[in-house]
């Protein structure tokens, strides 16, 4: 069984521009969620979706958004990118929204320049 | 405010003696508890997990150990491997509402096991 995909794997970009990036769950997964990791802060719950429907966010800036398809695939959004924004990017996903165990994906390293 | 914390960055075990990593929680209203693994390069692992009903749960060389009253969990790992060194995440969770709920991790613990 496939595990949890994300694309792409590295990107770098600027200031201001934007980014999306994907996730792509376990088959028959519905809920994903997104994490965000520095060395810092640890990693910091971004938002859950389920069967197309965010149903939990993080205390992140309204510049971070996502959605999820009928697929159950997700993307995230990041707009106006700040040198603050560069950390890893890691997709989870569950069977059902309220499961404890997450299937972590590989994650998406940003650098903002 | 971190709700979840491990205040250790780093701890050092030698080969076959016993790595204690400790989490220390502030929201009582977190009802399951987990730790992950994460090695460089990828994604956290699900090690093992803990209901707030109990307070032990056991796979393998892994145990988990709960004290609610002292709102501290710990994990156990006996006998230790080289190939247990990794960093280790605690996390939280409570019903956020609606069935939904979010994870809440500490920062890490990086356990290195010296052969």
């Given at each position: 069984?496939?595990?949890?995909?994300?694309t792409?794997?590295?990107l770098?970009?600027?200031?201001?521009?934007?980014v999306?990036?994907?996730?792509s769950?376990?088959?028959g997964?519905?809920?994903?969620s997104?994490y965000q990791?520095t060395?810092g802060?640890?990693?910091?719950?971004l938002?859950e979706?389920?069967?197309e429907?965010q149903?939990?966010?993080?205390n992140?800036p309204?510049?971070?958004?996502?959605?999820?398809?009928?697929?159950?695939?997700?993307?995230m959004?990041?707009?106006?990118?700040?040198?603050?924004?560069?950390a890893l990017?890691?997709c989870?996903s569950?069977l059902r929204?309220?499961?404890?165990?997450?299937?972590?994906?590989?994650?998406s390293?940003l650098?903002?320049? | 405010d971190?709700q979840?914390?491990?205040?250790?960055?780093?701890?050092?075990?030698?080969e076959?003696?016993?790595?204690?990593?400790?989490c220390?929680?502030?929201?009582s209203?977190f009802d399951?508890f987990?730790w992950?693994?994460k090695y460089?390069?990828?994604g956290?692992?699900f090690?093992?997990?803990?209901?707030?009903i109990?307070?032990?749960?056991?796979?393998?060389r892994?145990?988990?150990?709960?004290n609610?009253s002292?709102?501290?969990l710990?994990?156990?790992?006996v006998?230790?491997?080289?190939?247990?060194?990794?960093?280790?995440?605690?996390?939280?969770?409570?019903?956020s509402?609606?069935?939904?709920?979010?994870?809440?991790?500490?920062?890490?613990?990086?356990?290195?096991?010296?052969p």
């Amino acid at each position: 069984k496939a595990g949890v995909t994300q694309t792409p794997r590295y990107l770098i970009k600027t200031r201001g521009q934007q980014v999306t990036l994907s996730c792509s769950p376990i088959s028959g997964h519905r809920s994903v969620s997104w994490y965000q990791q520095t060395p810092g802060q640890g990693l910091q719950f971004l938002f859950e979706y389920f069967s197309e429907t965010q149903r939990n966010k993080g205390n992140f800036p309204g510049r971070f958004s996502g959605r999820q398809f009928s697929n159950s695939r997700s993307e995230m959004n990041v707009s106006t990118l700040e040198l603050g924004d560069s950390a890893l990017y890691l997709c989870a996903s569950s069977l059902r929204s309220g499961a404890g165990e997450l299937f972590f994906g590989e994650g998406s390293r940003l650098t903002v320049l | 405010d971190q709700q979840v914390k491990q205040n250790s960055p780093s701890l050092s075990v030698q080969e076959g003696r016993i790595s204690i990593l400790n989490c220390d929680y502030t929201n009582s209203m977190f009802d399951y508890f987990l730790w992950y693994k994460k090695y460089p390069a990828e994604g956290p692992t699900f090690l093992i997990s803990i209901s707030s009903i109990k307070d032990k749960n056991e796979d393998g060389r892994f145990t988990v150990f709960l004290n609610k009253s002292a709102k501290h969990l710990s994990l156990h790992i006996v006998p230790s491997q080289p190939g247990d060194s990794a960093v280790y995440f605690c996390a939280a969770s409570v019903n956020s509402g609606a069935g939904s709920y979010q994870l809440t991790f500490g920062k890490g613990t990086k356990l290195s096991v010296i052969p």
